[in-house]
Nanobody, 120 residues
Framework: QVQLVESGGGLVQAGGSLRLSCAAS?????MGWFRQAPGKEREFVAR???????TYGDSVKGRFTISRDNAKNTVYLQMNSLKPEDTAVYYC?????????????????WGQGTQVTVSS
């Protein structure tokens, strides 16, 4: 069983930045970020494998950066140029390394979520 603990959410004005963190209780997993706005499906944001390979959702490319510190079993999501439409609960997820992709079904473990609110 892997436990994931997210932090770093909050309220920010449009154009601002936030950095989310997710600490995992074990190593060697692919890590992903998803988000869910009220009344919408959970949406893929970004994922990173153990070797640093990354994939981004189209809506965040060029604005968000996912990274990881394997020594700390922690993944980060740097969010820049935030827009009101980025407002959502952001979830960290862990899945099989080199297999977990853009589908939420690829991931076995989920964090509790952290709220990100972007005001206009």
């Amino acid at each position: 069983q892997v436990q994931l603990v997210e932090s770093g959410g909050g309220l920010v004005q449009a154009g601002g930045s936030l950095r989310l963190s997710c600490a995992a209780s074990g190593p060697s997993y692919a890590m992903g970020w998803f988000r869910q706005a009220p009344g919408k499906e959970r949406e893929f944001v970004a994922r990173i494998w153990w070797n640093g390979s990354t994939t981004y959702g189209d809506s965040v490319k060029g604005r968000f950066t996912i990274s990881r510190d394997n020594a700390k079993n922690t993944v980060y999501l740097q969010m820049n140029s935030l827009k009101p439409e980025d407002t959502a609960v952001y979830y960290c997820a862990a899945g099989p390394n080199r297999r977990a992709g853009i589908s939420k079904n690829d991931y076995d473990y989920w964090g509790q979520g952290t709220q990100v609110t972007v005001s206009s």
